[in-house]
Every structure is written in C-alpha cells, then in structure tokens.
C-alpha cells in the first residue's frame, strides 16, 4: 500500500512537466454527484486548444484520454515505447508542431549521442493524437519557434557534422527542408592525404554508391587522369574508389581515430581481391583494373589486382560464376573462391571483347 501511494505520488509531482495551459490536478474533482469524472482515475487535465478540455491518466508505456466534455468514454489510448524507465515522470505538452494545438512528447531512448523523443502530434482530422514516426529518429531536436522548423545535428567524427532540418507536414509526418555536411572540402581533402598523392578536385558527375546519391564527388588526377574517386553521401558516409576505375569501398573511422577502407560493394571485386590474398599471401590488395571479355567460351570479367607486396595477379570471373586465377595474366587456371585450390588441370586464355581492344 505505502509502495502504491508513493508512485502515486510521484505521478502527481511529474504533472509539472505535462503542463500546456489550463491545467489541472487530480484535486480537481468535480463536486456534483452522479458526475463520471468521480468514476474515473485520472490524474489531471489539460486544453489541448481553447475549446477541447482532456482529463488523463497516466502508466507506463499507455495514457488515457478523456474528452472532459465526453459522457466518459474513453477517448483514447496512446501507446509508446520507451528504454528509459522514468519517461512518464518527463512528459511534455507542448505546440511542438506550431499548429496552435497541444500535443504530447515522451522520451524514446537516451545514450551518449543524446536523446531521442516519441512525439503524438493533434490532428483535426482524426480528433486525437497522431504518432509522428520520424520524430523518433532525430537526436537532440532542436524547435525554431519562428519558422516551426526541427534542426538536428549529428556529430560524425573525422567526417564533420550533418546538420539536417525537417518540416512538419499535413499528414502528421515530416519532410526534409535540408542537410548539409561541415567542410566536405576538407573532408574529401583528409581521405585523399591518406589514400593518394593528388589533391581531389571537385566534379560534377554524381554517382549512386550502396543505393545512396553522393551529393559530394571528388577526383584526385595526376598527368591528367583521375587516379582516385571519392563520394560523400549528404549523411556524411564516405568513399573511395582506388584506381578511379568504378569499384568504390567505405571509408570508417576507427576507435584509434585512424581512416580504414572497408570491403569492395561490388561484391565480385571483393571476391577477386580476397582470392588474389588467398593465392599471395598478402595482407591486402586493391583491384586497379576492369576489362571485359570471355574464358572457356563464356562471358567474364578480368580484374586486375595488386597485393600490398607489390604482386599483380589477375582474376578473372565467367558468367556461370567460375573464378580463374593467373600470374602473368597468360595462362588462367580455375579455382576455387574459398581456398584458391586449382579445379582440374585445364589451363585457360581471357580474350578482351572486341570494343575493349
């Protein structure tokens, strides 16, 4: 009873936080008998604009609304998840949306990064509270009380930071207005210092890397051409492409704050550079080259491959997906992906394609 009383009490002291006008307590009982707020438990009330009055209760992961000029019926019922265990006793009413109507904010989850909020906008269309999803990615919102706009920022690292800002829209959703990335410049200039001898220069063509545009495009030339591409995504996720001939790997960060290039995304190319690792011995390699052709009377690929040894190999893939392997780039001999072991004793020739010539 006395561990009862105690949540009830703190229940009551959070309704501080819930607080947009008009509010009311749970003293606030109506006096009149027969009245239904005497039937119901709830703990205050609040105008959600100056003609809707709600009374509400709340618990964890639920709160229950009801229309104070209702017959007592239940309204509704909000649900929301939450990681943080006293979310209920931070609840905020609040015109976050800028529409002149109260809505309700609740916290989602808390770490290091900061903090992220469930948000149930009002809508007039559906007379009650909408759950504006996308709300719930945002980290750290940030409200501009003039323009009703929502800025975010995310720390990246040795990548800048991305500032993103967001609309409310009638759908009870978002839409992005912008985002832009702190000094891609500088950023692009940091992964070509580790990775090339050139300074990147900005271009114009944009390429679509994992599905993601790269609003950021960049070429390190030397003699005239481009010996290294790298592509920013407007998130702030970088890549590389050594050798400029298409095949682009990420760029991370690692807990040291070192730069470290990630697997091939074209998952042939990654496949050739661990087969070329297998067969050498080496650490690592890099595919500097791509020709188009045919071996053992099939369609294939031929990838040029260095070894961080300095070996060259060159590998090729047919399109019944047999992988072949070569030293001088003469001879091929079929093997397998996982081992490099030899199948068969048959020895092979790649033939460029005609155009390639």
Known sequence: MKKALLILLSLVAALSLFACKGDTDSTDKPSAEGDWRNTVEYEGSFFVNEKLRLLYALDRGVITLWDNGGNGEVMQKISYDTSVADAIERIEKKDFSGDGNCDLRIIYAESDAGTRYNLFLWSEVTKGFVDCSPYREIINPVHDSETNNVTAVWDKGAFGTVTRVYSFNESSGMDTVSTT??????????????????????????????????????????????????????????????????????????????????????????????????????????????????????????????????????????????????????????????????IGEGEYEFAVAEEEQ
């Open 181 to 342: 990335v702190s000094d891609p410049d500088g950023i692009a200039a940091m992964i070509a210092g580790s990775y090339s001898s050139a300074e990147p220069v900005a271009c114009g063509w944009i390429p679509e890397i994992k599905g993601k545009e790269c609003k950021y495009y960049y070429a390190c030339i030397v003699d005239g051409k481009p010996v290294t591409y790298i592509g920013g995504t407007e998130d702030s996720e970088w890549f590389v492409d050594l050798g400029a001939i298409g095949f682009f790997r990420p760029v991370v960060q690692n807990e040291d704050g070192d730069l470290e290039i990630g697997e091939y995304i074209d998952k042939k190319a990654q496949t050739a550079a661990e087969l070329a690792v297998t067969k050498t011995g080496s650490e690592s390699a890099v595919v500097i080259a791509m020709d188009i052709g045919s071996i053992d009377g099939n369609e294939a690929y031929l990838y040029t491959v260095n070894t961080v040894d300095g070996v060259k190999v060159y590998i090729a893939c047919d399109s019944l997906d047999f992988w072949y392997y070569s030293e001088n780039g003469e001879k091929y001999i079929k093997v397998l992906t996982s081992t490099g072991e030899a």
